[in-house]
T-cell receptor, first 110, second 115 residues
């Protein structure tokens, strides 16, 4: 079983719609969680950290469910520019490695 | 700051040749990471340094791979001899403090093709 699992997609979503995807992690001791965004043939960039209480940044909302060991990302009023691969990232505080999911590909269509 | 700088951006080499990838981290960042990304395996951590010292190289696939960080502003990843299965995008990233607590800044990557 992979340590961090994501649905690879692609998710094909019309512009303006709301889309959500989850990421599950296997280590219950994981402490820090992040969503990164990676555009085609580009480097990953931090989208947002995920806090225990959940957090929102504009159209993006991230949630953490420790009991079920998953994090989620919700995108409202999706834009064409949201098309990218979204990488779920988990850190186990016992070391300084980040465990990366394989990514969920999102395609926003006009 | 110009961000993390990697060179070359693209490298095409023949099997058996030595390949050297270069990275300049963001000034002041104590941590430097080398990653490899492929369609099949996603993003994999190869090795990371703290204050120029290699901390964890368990991700280095085999002895053909080696990495050095002679000073705070420069690191290399060397593959000798290269094989077609080494074809991937290699990313360097830096951060301060450790990754679990702050953002990792990635370079634009080196796209390596071994033929």
């Amino acid at each position: 079983r992979k340590e961090v699992e994501q649905d690879p997609g692609p998710f094909n979503v019309p512009e303006g719609a709301t889309v959500a995807f989850n990421c599950t992690y296997s280590n219950s001791a994981s402490q820090s969680f992040f969503w990164y965004r990676q555009d085609c043939r580009k480097e990953p960039k931090l989208l947002m950290s995920v806090y225990s209480s959940g957090n929102e940044d504009g159209r993006f909302t991230a949630q953490l469910n420790r009991a079920s060991q998953y994090i989620s990302l919700l995108i409202r009023d999706s834009k064409l520019s949201d098309s990218a691969t979204y990488l779920c990232v988990v850190n186990e505080d016992s070391n300084y490695q980040l465990i990366w999911g394989a990514g969920t590909k999102l395609i926003i269509k006009p | 700051d110009a961000g993390v700088i990697q060179s070359p951006r693209h490298e095409v080499t023949e099997m058996g040749q030595e390949v050297t990838l270069r990275c300049k981290p963001i000034s002041g960042h104590d941590y430097l990471f080398w990653y490899r990304q492929t369609m099949m395996r996603g993003l994999e951590l190869l090795i990371y340094f703290n204050n120029n010292v290699p901390i964890d190289d368990s991700g280095m696939p085999e002895d053909r791979f080696s990495a050095k960080m002679p000073n705070a502003s420069f690191s290399t990843l060397k593959i000798q001899p290269s094989e077609p299965r080494d074809s991937a995008v290699y990313f360097c990233a830096s951060s301060y403090p450790p990754l679990g607590y702050t953002e990792a800044f990635f370079g634009q990557g080196t796209r390596l093709t071994v033929v």
